[in-house]
């Protein structure tokens, strides 16, 4: 005759397998219920399915995935929390919240174009939802979808008619137990002028995504741009070596350091394996790189070989010798601001500039090159820049 | 960090036979790529396929019906004009039928044109239909509006949305609707009034939305847990029900 015991850590769990009662003091469960436990014995546990607290019975305790639970005494009783991301607990709440006026906006014919918008809503939720706990997001992109997750939870809430949710700078509800009224009124008004603002935009629909950039830019004190070298085209005949940088146009000057390509004279890649994987990482930009009016991508061009181009290949000629051959500039100021979305697949040309006179200074024709828009006639280099503005700090999630 | 483990371990699923390989495996894996596997792999957990949950789907479907058929009464009520058709085609002449709130008797009776709004109950002449009196509805072909000779010149279109309520066993009322939407719609009411199953296309549409709606939501907390193939054995009974607390 073993006893019945209170349990003290086992105490939250989820159905995972239907389970029907066969005597009177058992309780049937349906699959993804949640239930809490209050005692165990023998395989069995004694609770409640939490949304229907009244009925208690048994259950076999293999039908249970039991949750990790942080337990708090108020008084007399326990608070029993999970410990799942507080912002995750409140998208469940609201989905399961919203489903039930769902299901009463389908009844009512009128309100058609309510019923689809909210029902995209809970979609998005759902979506973003199992992304956050999938825990495969680093860290600058998880604070953009908190971002996104609140900003549509409280556009539903007001669209619905549901009381606004006030959350202080980082999105986390605020506690009225720990807030003072003062600063709890001031939060109220600001986030129903954010929300009124938000509809507006959503009604008019107007594409901006400043919050979710902006909130990365400020979560990270260091950023760092990804540039792919897929292609450069350009007859030159001989050896040469490509010099890329970020330079900084009003200022004059590099602002980071230079990334060596050699090309060979067939057109490709001296080190052929390299063909497809020529990548690099400019890191460490602060937030002053990111403040600068206007920020260029420049390439270099030096030609390795003989010292006048027009002459023949001749064993009189010395060869090795490093003469300059052009630049190719292009304005990235929008791209490292984060105003243009950047995918793996779009691909930008660059335009090639060739130095005029053998004793031109790379320099110069820079200068010449960035105040002017001029046309280059097809020669250029190929770039490509995923994934722009990645944080450095990637946290272990 | 997880991302590059992930990388190089699915690299080496396909087990490589040289270092090429490999290097050729991992320039594929590329990290957008890592994402859109795991993300089409978060979908595919979504296929619903396990036997608890297909029991659950089967316990919810009631309710869900229940739902639509509510949904269809309530449009019944709210009425709708329809058209009349009629041999000469001088002028398409407007009728408007709605059925009672308390879901008894089906009014009916002739419109000048057109309404805008709601149309009061005393301004449809016609003798009300008992649904009680209903016997039947028809549609389509063998709707006697349609079998008229004059009926054949119509398209196709006024084919598929005729419906006819039998009542007293002899008595037709005939339907045009204006839409598929409300020929679904329609049928669907009175098939739920006689207490026969709802068939159109858009009840299947309804339900499998809504269904999946609430099976998202009931499974909202299996997130990441894995539903065994087999279930669980049932433990053997425990030799006492005395709980600690009897707080019943």
Redesign the interface.
């Known amino acids: 005759?073993?006893?019945?015991?209170?349990t003290s850590s086992e105490r939250y769990g989820?159905v995972?397998?239907?389970?029907i009662a066969k005597?009177e003091?058992q309780l049937s469960l349906?699959?993804?219920?949640?239930v809490h436990i209050?005692?165990s014995?023998?395989?069995?546990y004694?609770g409640y399915v939490i949304k229907n607290k009244e009925r208690?019975g048994?259950f076999?305790?293999?039908?249970i995935?039991l949750k990790e639970v942080i337990i708090e005494k108020r008084g007399d009783e326990e608070v029993i929390t999970s410990v799942e991301m507080p912002l995750v607990k409140e998208v469940?709440t609201t989905?399961?919240e919203w489903?039930t006026i769902?299901?009463q906006l389908?009844?009512?014919?009128s309100k058609k174009v309510r019923f689809t918008q909210v029902?995209r809503l809970?979609w998005d939720l759902?979506e973003w939802?199992?992304q956050l706990?999938?825990?495969?997001l680093p860290s600058d992109e998880f604070k953009e979808l908190k971002q996104k997750v609140t900003s549509k939870i409280d556009y539903g809430n007001k669209i619905l008619e549901l009381d606004v949710v006030v959350r202080d700078a980082d999105g986390n509800i605020l506690d009225p137990e720990r807030a003072s009224v003062i600063s709890l009124f001031r939060a109220h008004r600001d986030a129903t002028a954010k929300i009124t603002e938000r509809i507006k935009e959503e009604q008019s629909n107007v594409q901006m995504d400043h919050s979710g950039v902006s909130a990365r830019i400020q979560s990270s004190p260091t950023h760092s741009l990804y540039v792919f070298v897929r292609n450069f085209v350009c007859r030159i005949g001989e050896d040469s070596e490509l010099f890329m940088s970020l330079y900084d146009p009003n200022k004059q000057t590099n602002i980071s350091e230079n990334y060596l390509v050699r090309w060979g004279d067939k057109g490709l890649p001296k080190d052929i394996e390299m063909l497809?994987?020529l990548k690099v990482v400019f890191t460490d930009l602060g937030n002053k790189d990111l403040n600068r009016e206007k920020i260029y991508l420049i390439c270099q061009i030096v030609r390795v070989g003989r010292m006048d181009l027009k002459d023949t290949p001749n064993k009189k000629w010395t060869t090795g010798l490093r003469r300059p051959f052009g630049v190719a500039v292009m304005d990235i100021s929008d791209i490292i601001k984060g105003k243009t979305e950047c995918d793996?697949e779009k691909q930008y040309f660059i335009p090639f500039h060739p130095v005029i006179a053998e004793n031109d200074f790379l320099h110069a024709l820079l200068n010449k090159v960035t105040s002017s828009r001029g046309d280059s006639g097809g020669q250029g280099t190929t770039h490509s820049f995923?994934?722009q503005m990645t944080s450095q700090q990637?946290s272990?999630? | 960090m997880q991302v590059v483990k992930e990388q190089i371990t699915r690299a080496l699923t396909i087990k490589p036979n040289s270092l090429d390989q490999f290097k050729s495996r991992l320039q594929n894996l590329s990290y957008t790529e890592i994402l859109k596997l795991r993300q089409s792999e978060r979908m595919n957990q979504e296929d619903f396929q396990s036997r608890p949950i297909l029991e659950l789907r089967e316990k919810i479907q009631p309710e869900i019906m229940e739902l639509i058929k509510q949904q269809r009464l309530n449009r019944l009520c709210e009425g709708t004009c329809f058209r009349k058709i009629s041999s000469r085609r001088r002028q398409d002449k407007f009728w408007y039928c709605r059925l009672s709130p308390n879901h008894k008797v089906l009014h009916y009776g002739d419109l000048e044109e057109s309404p805008q709004g709601e149309v009061p109950h005393d301004s449809l002449q016609d003798k009300p239909v008992p649904v009680a009196d209903i016997k039947a509805v028809v549609t389509g072909k063998d709707c006697p509006h349609m079998k008229e000779k004059g009926a054949l010149k119509q398209n196709k279109e006024v084919l598929e949305l005729a419906f006819s309520v039998l009542y007293e066993s002899d008595e037709y009322l005939n339907f045009i609707a204006p839409d598929k939407h409300e020929y679904c719609v329609w049928t669907d009411g009175l098939n739920a009034l006689l207490g026969k199953e709802m068939t159109s296309e858009f009840t299947r549409s309804d339900m499998d939305t809504l269904l999946n709606m609430e099976m998202k939501l009931r499974l909202l907390d299996l997130e990441n847990i894995q539903i065994p193939e087999v279930p669980p054995p049932i433990p053997k009974e425990p030799s006492n029900y005395d709980f600690v607390y009897d707080c019943n």
């Open positions: 005759m073993a006893p019945w015991t209170k989820v995972k397998w239907n389970f005597a003091k349906a699959v993804g219920d949640t209050q005692e014995c023998e395989g069995w004694k208690k048994a076999p305790a293999n039908f995935v469940t989905l399961r489903g769902w299901k389908y009844l009512q014919s029902q809970m759902m939802r199992s706990l999938s825990g495969t497809n994987s793996e995923p994934a990637r272990l999630r």
